[in-house]
Structure formats: structure tokens, C-alpha cells
């Protein structure tokens, strides 16, 4: 009896931690750009941060880890964590939009966010 107890008391365990998996949604800018950039930006759970970054720098800006069932990341691709984004040049400051960010799936439950700045970034 104590057995079967502890038997079930192990499936009952297994199964419920086996349903939440780990998704991991990772935030890139790339400055293609003709000169350094700075950038200035506020995530859901952060201020204001900002940075520098040099000609031809890919730089990860965000990261988030969190145990979601098993959904997969496709489910968060519209939630963009990265909010009020200022990307500073020289003699320019332009807000990006958040519809400027491309979604890259990895996996089921890795994704990437890429946003290329360049000349284009700055003419709009």
C-alpha cells in the first residue's frame, strides 16, 4: 500500500513539473550604421537603460527566462519587451517603433528579437 502510494505520489510529481518548460526570448541590436549609436530604452520590468554601440556591433540588449507550460515562444512574438526606444547618432535621435523589432524563432522555446539600425533607420 505504501508502495503504490509512493508510486503514484512520484507520477502525480513527475507529471505535474514536466508541463512547464523554460522559454528563453532574447532582445539583439545591430547598429549597421556609419558611426557609433547610443541607444535608450525601457523594458516592462526596468528603467531606463542605456548604451553605446560601435560600427558593426551586435550587442543583446534583453533577456528573458520563463517558465510558461508548453506554449512556445510563437505565443509571445506580438509582446515585445522593449518599450520607449531612443536610438541617438551624432545629429540624430529617432523613437523606434516596437513594429520595427523582426522575430527569429530558434526553437519551440527560443526566440530572438533583431533590430538593425542604419542609414535607413534615420531617413524615416
Not at 535608450?40 to 556591433?57: A, M, P, Q, V
Not at 523606434?96 to 538593425?116: D, G, N, T
Request: glycine share 2%; proline share 2%.
Amino acid at each position: 500500500m505504501v508502495k503504490n502510494k509512493m508510486l503514484l505520489l512520484s507520477v502525480l510529481i513527475l507529471f505535474f513539473t514536466s508541463c512547464d518548460v523554460e522559454h528563453t526570448i532574447d532582445y539583439y541590436v545591430v547598429n549597421a550604421y556609419e558611426e557609433p549609436i547610443a541607444i535608450s530604452y525601457k523594458t516592462f520590468r526596468s528603467n531606463i537603460t542605456s548604451l553605446e554601440i560601435e560600427i558593426s556591433d551586435t550587442v543583446i540588449i534583453h533577456s528573458e527566462s520563463f517558465v510558461f507550460g508548453t506554449v512556445g515562444v510563437d505565443y509571445f512574438k506580438d509582446d515585445i519587451a522593449i518599450v520607449d526606444m531612443t536610438v541617438h547618432s551624432n545629429d540624430n535621435s529617432i523613437s523606434i517603433p516596437q513594429s520595427a523589432w523582426r522575430y527569429e524563432k530558434r526553437s519551440k522555446y527560443h526566440a530572438e528579437f533583431y533590430l538593425i539600425i542604419d542609414t535607413k533607420t534615420f531617413t524615416k
